[in-house]
Structures are given as structure tokens and as C-alpha cells.
């Protein structure tokens, strides 16, 4: 039989077991996206494997592969992100990133950026205890959308083509039916008593929606925005996800039934 030996960077999204020692791993990998590993014994207590195939592990995987199956033969941890397992809202949140990973990352494919994208974030959730929650849910997500090729369009309103400018002082509306930026005068035109899903966006809250767009991922989380700008950030970022999404995400539901207790 070909077998065919291959190395990979990657962090465990998913593990489901099986057997009494055994886990199917879903893992994002740089050079081939999203594959699922066979990882026979991994739940033994004499597995020397074990430590580096736990959710969130980033870790070198050596692997063996038949066909199209890949089987798992070493893992060298290289970061564990303990952080996140400390806090019951980080590890949701977490949760909830490798869930729209899944889901917007492809098989097969160099999904490079996606994987420096949650690298990144897993490791400001785990170790950067000065930026809030929300600021690395919200990038994440606007950003997830922007690096898969869903970036959306915040130059200029849709039906005058006037540009955004960073220092005009009025709101910017975002409709998601349509998917489109529109500026005041146009959106106080269009409303001719039809509801539509839109949010209303202050200026910082803009300019904050342009700098994830633009920025690189190692500076991702480096803006701030006031306590009155952000929970319009907040509700454009996930809404804009949920809408090219197309469905709903559970861990997103848990993430949030954690913050009520
Ligand atoms: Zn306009």
C-alpha cells in the first residue's frame, strides 16, 4: 500500500472519541486547511501523544496517510493555550471560534492566514488579559469573513457612491438583506416604511469596522473604542458573520447562556 508520510502545523478544532482510547480530530492546517486525523490510543494514560492532541493544541503532527485517510503518528505540542481552559467564558468563546472556523475554512486548500488568524487570537484570549472579550470575538469574526473572501464593502454608499470619510460626523447604516453600506441622507430616503435588518453605525464604530478590514493580523486587536461605540461594533461584527455564514452556531448560543449565570 502507498503510504505517504507528511508534517503539518495545526490546532485541534474538534476531537470526537471513540472506542475506549481512540479520537478523530478535526485539525486546521496551514498547507492543506481542514483535515480529519485518526488518532488511535490518544486517550491511554501511556499515550506519549495525548498532551498535544487536546482541543486548542497547536501542534507539530506527524502523520501518516493512506488514500484519504490520514492517520496520526507523533504530536509535538508547541503551545497548549492552558488560558483559555481557566476561564469558563474564554473557553466558550474559543469554543465558538473553532465552530466558524469549520465552518468558513476548506479542505485540502492553503488555509495559511485562517490558521494565523486563530493563532493569533487563541493566544491573546490566553495570555492577554488587557484586551476585552468582546474587541477579540468581534475582530475575529470580521476578520474570519475578510481573510475567507467575504470582506465587506465600507468605501462608499451603495446608491450615491459617496465616500466614508473618517471624520464626517454623521451615522453610516449597514443593511445585511442587501449587504450594503449606505450613508445617512441615502437610508433616510430609502426608509419608506419597509423594516429592514440594518444596523446604524456611529463614526468610531466605522472607523473601528475599516481598521479590522485593513489591518494585519498581528495587529488585529490593537484599537479601542468607547462603551458607547462598541455594542455597535459588536452586533455589526457577528450579525455580518451569522448573514454570510448562513446558519446559526451553537457554541455561539452557549458562549452567551455563559454570561447570564
Ligand atoms: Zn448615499
Request: proline residues 4%; glycine residues 4%; hydrophobic residues 40%.
Given at each position: 500500500?502507498?503510504?505517504?508520510?507528511?508534517?503539518?502545523?495545526?490546532?485541534?478544532?474538534?476531537?470526537?472519541l471513540y472506542n475506549d482510547n481512540d479520537k478523530i480530530?478535526?485539525?486546521?492546517?496551514?498547507?492543506?486547511?481542514?483535515?480529519?486525523?485518526?488518532?488511535?490510543?490518544?486517550?491511554?494514560i501511556k499515550s506519549k501523544n495525548s498532551s498535544a492532541v487536546q482541543l486548542f493544541c497547536y501542534s507539530e503532527f506527524e502523520i501518516l496517510k493512506y488514500k484519504n485517510r490520514y492517520v496520526l503518528k507523533t504530536a509535538n505540542l508547541k503551545d497548549g493555550f492552558y488560558g483559555i481552559r481557566e476561564n469558563v467564558e474564554k473557553y466558550a468563546l474559543a469554543c465558538y471560534f473553532s465552530e466558524i472556523t469549520?465552518?468558513?475554512?476548506?479542505?485540502?486548500?492553503?488555509?495559511?492566514?485562517?490558521l494565523r488568524l486563530l493563532l493569533n487570537s487563541?493566544?491573546?484570549?490566553?495570555?492577554?488579559?488587557?484586551?476585552?472579550?468582546?474587541?477579540?470575538?468581534?475582530?475575529?469574526?470580521?476578520?474570519?469573513?475578510?481573510?475567507?473572501?467575504?470582506?465587506?464593502?465600507?468605501?462608499?454608499?451603495?446608491p450615491c457612491g459617496a465616500k466614508t470619510m473618517d471624520s464626517s460626523p454623521k451615522n453610516i447604516y449597514f443593511t445585511f438583506n442587501d449587504s450594503e453600506r449606505?450613508?445617512?441622507?441615502?437610508?433616510?430616503?430609502?426608509?419608506?416604511?419597509?423594516?429592514?435588518?440594518?444596523?446604524?453605525?456611529?463614526?468610531?464604530?466605522?472607523?473601528?469596522?475599516?481598521?479590522?478590514?485593513?489591518?494585519?493580523?498581528?495587529?488585529?486587536?490593537?484599537f479601542t473604542l468607547s462603551d458607547e461605540s462598541a455594542p455597535k461594533f459588536c452586533e455589526f461584527c457577528e450579525k455580518y458573520l451569522l448573514y454570510t455564514a448562513e446558519r446559526s452556531f451553537e457554541s455561539l448560543k452557549f458562549y452567551y447562556s455563559i454570561q447570564k449565570v
Open positions: 500500500m502507498n503510504v505517504e508520510t507528511l508534517i503539518f502545523d495545526g490546532i485541534v478544532l474538534k476531537e470526537v480530530l478535526t485539525v486546521l492546517t496551514s498547507q492543506r486547511g481542514i483535515i480529519s486525523v485518526s488518532a488511535k490510543g490518544v486517550k491511554s469549520c465552518s468558513f475554512a476548506t479542505s485540502e486548500n492553503d488555509e495559511t492566514d485562517v487563541l493566544f491573546v484570549l490566553a495570555k492577554d488579559d488587557t484586551k476585552p472579550l468582546w474587541l477579540i470575538k468581534s475582530a475575529f469574526e470580521l476578520k474570519l469573513c475578510c481573510i475567507c473572501g467575504f470582506a465587506p464593502q465600507f468605501d462608499y454608499c451603495a449606505i450613508c445617512e441622507d441615502c437610508f433616510l430616503k430609502k426608509e419608506d416604511g419597509k423594516s429592514t435588518d440594518c444596523v446604524k453605525l456611529p463614526l468610531p464604530a466605522v472607523i473601528a469596522v475599516r481598521y479590522v478590514i485593513g489591518c494585519p493580523i498581528n495587529r488585529l486587536t490593537s
